[in-house]
Nanobody, 126 residues
Framework: QVELVESGGGSVQAGGSLRLSCTTL????????LAWFRRAPGKEREGVAS????????DYTDSVKGRFTISRDNTANLITLEMNNLQPEDTDMYYC???????????????????WGQGTQVTVSS
């Protein structure tokens, strides 16, 4: 079964907003750490934001601080990424990720996540 399914990507102009959603197979309480990553063609996947489900602590990469907000809804099996003031450099494929093992390590490291979504494209035009 597919563990994570993203939705909400699309095309916007610079300065616009988008909301990405990730539906989880199980309640978000079953995951230790949830995150959003992004990757442009030919580049490494980059951690965008994360949230520890037990305590709600969030982290963001510097380039999105103040513009993006990650949240989770345990009752709806949902993780969202609110993206405001989008810029062309935010154009990427965005992926939802989950760690159900409490693997440990820095949130932006890909290898600590054992579940990944298929990705949703975000395109920002200038």
């Amino acid at each position: 079964q597919v563990e994570l399914v993203e939705s909400g990507g699309g095309s916007v102009q610079a300065g616009g907003s988008l909301r990405l959603s990730c539906t989880t197979l199980r309640s978000t309480e079953n995951y230790y750490l949830l995150a959003w990553f992004r990757r442009a063609p030919g580049k490494e996947r980059e951690g965008v934001a994360s949230i520890y489900t037990a305590i709600g602590e969030t982290d963001y990469t510097d380039s999105v601080k103040g513009r993006f907000t990650i949240s989770r809804d345990n009752t709806a099996n949902l993780i969202t990424l609110e993206m405001n003031n989008l810029q062309p450099e935010d154009t990427d494929m965005y992926y939802c990720a989950a760690d159900s093992r409490a693997y440990g390590g820095s949130w932006y490291l890909e290898h600590i996540y054992n579940h990944w979504g298929q990705g949703t494209q975000v395109t920002v035009s200038s």
